[in-house]
Each structure stands twice: as structure tokens, then as C-alpha cells.
């Protein structure tokens, strides 16, 4: 069984699709490629990889309540593609969302399904998931602890510091869980075939405290870009 | 290419200056129809946007809202697309249908136009959204052209409609265009 990744993120690097992209594929069997889609230049490549797959999982930002452009235009691509050399696919996808409400996602699932109709893949759903950007911080911070834990057993031995960071990892786990726990379960019906449904979650942060991390977030990055000092607010 | 963002500047504010002193309502037509349709919305409103698919795709860098307010980093035709968009009161879309959203030209378009709203965050329809830099505006159309199923309008009409708290409008309508002919006598 071969199952592809597609990456729509437009990132090159520490994307957020890719992040959750590999917790599914965690519990992939089987032949495993991943791909991304960046730009048209992208197309040849990644719809070649596609003549003897399976499964396709995309994985996807939310831009504007819906798939980002460049991903709408690989899609049609795709279509043409598959419809021409008879290739039949499940499809699952991955999407996430600046907000932080997992249900923000839903035009994007609806989308999805209404491509795997066009082409006749079998739909078999997807996670959407809030505060995307929180999770990718989650990501960084722990690779942060991990960096500090390594330092601080050094300094001041393991028993001093497995504690701290056992501490540090719970916290980052425990924001993340609906995530994980919904990637991993789609991991598990990649394997076997099988429909997941479409499912939402998010950072398990209530909204008004993560609006609240999310505003101070901006303000820090804007005050180190510069934004804030050129009219950050203001009608242009 | 430079002189692509300055034209475009002076036309933007050649636009906003008139709609101040005359009070004027201001629409804005996004369209991905070729070249002989211009002329055909030129005459029904003065702010078109042909979205010829010729610019680059959202980096999702959020530089429009922490680096640069309201501005694209990339140089081109979309650099300044926030702010007239942000300006209009009603904005109107004739789009290719796309699986029940817009057509990957029209999208990039809308991507890259995020600049409309401040890096804020607020509740709008009982969900988080970001707070609007123009405020609120009064209308979004959208018409869809080209073959549909059942499925994808009503995937349409509420992705128009999410769209439409999103950017602030007050209202919003779908429709869809059975053939193209029928755009001509649509009151935009």
C-alpha cells in the first residue's frame, strides 16, 4: 500500500501542516512518500507520485475560511490527472486554522469532499484544528525544554532536571492532545482503509485566554519587525 | 514591475480621494473573466480587479500585519490589494466554480488580502476573528459560473457566507450564473 503526503503549506520550512503531517504518519504501514505543493513548479512532480498510490493525505493551512489558492490549482491539476490515467484514491486531509475554533475549518472539508466527488476518489475525511500557530509555538518551546533539559542534566544532573522538564512536557502535551489524538487516529484509519469522519479540535485553551496569548504574540513580533512603529493600526 | 505598484497606487488613491468628496458608496468588482469583460464592468463601476492569475500565491508570513501594516512584502499587482478592498463598501465577485469556493486566480486575490483586518483578535458571530482595519462594509456578491452540482452551491453559499464575517459585511448573496450571457444583464 502506498500512501502520499501533500504538504500545502507554502512555507519551506517548520510549517504547521508538515508538524501534524508527521504525527499521522506515525502509524503509516506501508510504502510512505511525502511530497509538497508550493507552486505550479511542483505539479509534474508530486501528481507522478500519485500513478501507484493508495491513499492521499493533505495536509493544509487555512487561508481566508478555505484551501489556499496555489492548493486549489494543484487540485484541478490532479483532477485532470487521475481522471486520465484511471486512478482511484482515498483521500483524507489535514487542515489547520489560525483561530482558534476547529470549526472554522468546515468550507475547507466541505471543499474537499466536493473535489474527491468530481474525481470519484472515496472521501475519508478530516481533522480540523484551531490555533494552528499556538501549536507550531508548542512545537518550538518543546524543542527549547528538550535543549534545556539536556544542559541542565549536564549542570546539574538528571534528577535536578527531569522534573523541570517532565513538568514542561506535560503542559506542551496537554495544549496539544486533541491534536495529536486526532491525527493519530486518522494514522490508523490511513492503515486500515477506513472512514474517519470529519472531526474538529483545537488547542485546548479556552478562546478568551488564547486570544488573550494570541494579541501578545502580535505585539512581541511587531515590535521586533518594526510594524507597530508604522501605523500598525491605522486605516491606510 | 515598479511601475505596476505605482500606477496602481495612484489609482487607488485617485479613487479613494473621489469617494470622499463626492460621498460615493464604493463597490469593487473581482473578476477572472478575460480582458473583453472589463469593459463591460468598467461601466458598471470604476474599481475592477481582473484576477489574471499573473502574482504570486500568499506566503502566509503575516508581514501585512507585523512588518509592513497593510502591505504585501511581494512587489507585485497585489502588493497594495488589502487597502482597496478594505475601502469598498460593496465588493462583488464573478468567479469560476472551483469545487464550491472561488477560482484559484479569484483566491489569491482574497489570500492576499488579509491586510483588511489588524493582527487583533475579537469575537464576530460568536467566534474568533480579527478585528477590521476599515471597519465594517456593507455587501458582498458573489456569482459562480460555469457547471455546479447541488453539493458545491450550498458549500458556496456558505463558504460566501463565512467569508462575509470574516471581512465584516453586513450582508452577503450567492448566485449562479448558468452561462456567462447572463452576466450582461445582471445589475452589479
Known amino acids: 500500500m502506498k500512501t502520499v503526503f501533500i504538504n500545502g503549506s507554502p512555507k519551506k520550512k517548520l510549517s504547521i501542516s508538515s508538524y501534524l503531517l508527521g504525527i499521522v504518519r506515525l502509524l503509516v504501514r506501508g510504502e510512505v512518500v511525502s511530497e509538497q505543493v508550493r507552486n505550479a513548479g511542483d505539479h509534474e512532480r508530486v501528481l507522478q507520485s500519485l500513478k501507484d498510490a493508495d491513499t492521499v493525505v493533505f495536509g493544509m493551512p487555512l487561508y481566508v475560511d478555505g484551501v489556499p489558492s496555489h492548493m486549489l490549482a494543484f487540485m484541478r491539476e490532479m483532477e485532470k490527472f487521475c481522471i486520465d490515467n484511471n486512478i482511484h484514491l482515498n483521500v483524507y486531509v489535514v487542515s489547520n486554522g489560525g483561530f482558534i475554533e476547529g470549526c472554522q475549518n468546515r468550507p475547507l472539508m466541505q471543499v474537499l469532499e466536493n473535489f474527491c466527488k468530481r474525481c470519484n476518489f472515496q472521501w475519508r475525511g478530516g481533522v480540523g484544528i484551531g490555533g494552528g500557530v499556538m501549536l507550531n509555538v508548542m512545537r518550538i518551546m518543546f524543542l527549547i525544554y528538550a535543549g534545556l533539559f539536556v544542559l541542565n542534566t549536564v549542570m546539574s544532573g538528571l534528577t535536578a532536571a527531569l522534573p523541570i522538564f517532565a513538568e514542561q512536557l506535560v503542559v506542551v502535551l496537554f495544549f496539544s492532545l486533541g491534536a495529536f489524538f486526532y491525527c493519530l487516529r486518522m494514522g490508523r484509519a490511513v492503515n486500515k482503509g477506513a472512514t474517519c469522519g470529519v472531526k474538529f479540535t483545537r488547542v485546548l485553551l479556552p478562546s478568551f485566554l488564547f486570544i488573550l496569548a494570541a494579541d501578545i504574540f502580535f505585539v512581541i513580533i511587531s515590535i521586533f519587525q518594526g510594524g507597530i512603529f508604522k501605523g500598525w493600526l491605522s486605516r491606510k | ?188
Open chain 2, 1 to 188: 514591475m515598479r511601475f505596476e505598484v505605482y500606477a496602481f497606487l495612484i489609482y487607488e488613491y485617485k479613487i479613494l480621494i473621489a469617494s470622499v468628496l463626492k460621498g460615493e458608496h464604493m463597490k469593487t468588482i473581482i473578476h477572472d473573466l478575460d480582458e473583453s469583460y472589463d469593459s463591460l464592468f468598467k461601466s458598471k463601476c470604476e474599481n475592477v480587479i481582473r484576477a489574471d492569475g499573473r502574482y504570486a500565491p500568499c506566503q502566509g508570513c503575516f508581514g501585512c500585519w507585523t512588518k509592513h501594516p497593510a502591505q504585501c512584502y511581494l512587489k507585485d499587482a497585489l502588493q497594495m490589494v488589502c487597502r482597496m478592498i478594505g475601502k469598498t463598501d460593496e465588493l462583488v465577485i464573478v468567479t469560476d466554480n472551483y469545487y464550491g469556493t472561488y477560482s484559484p486566480s479569484v483566491k489569491n486575490v482574497l489570500d492576499r488580502s488579509i491586510g483588511v483586518s489588524t493582527p487583533f483578535s475579537t469575537y464576530r458571530g460568536k467566534q474568533m476573528h480579527h478585528t477590521l482595519r476599515y471597519g465594517k462594509k456593507k455587501k458582498l456578491v458573489v456569482y459562480a459560473y460555469g457547471c455546479i452540482t447541488e453539493d458545491e452551491k450550498q458549500t458556496f453559499r456558505y463558504m460566501v457566507e463565512r467569508n462575509a464575517i470574516n471581512y465584516g459585511f453586513q450582508e452577503f448573496e450567492f448566485y449562479n450564473l448558468e452561462n456567462l450571457n447572463q452576466m450582461e444583464n445582471v445589475e452589479l
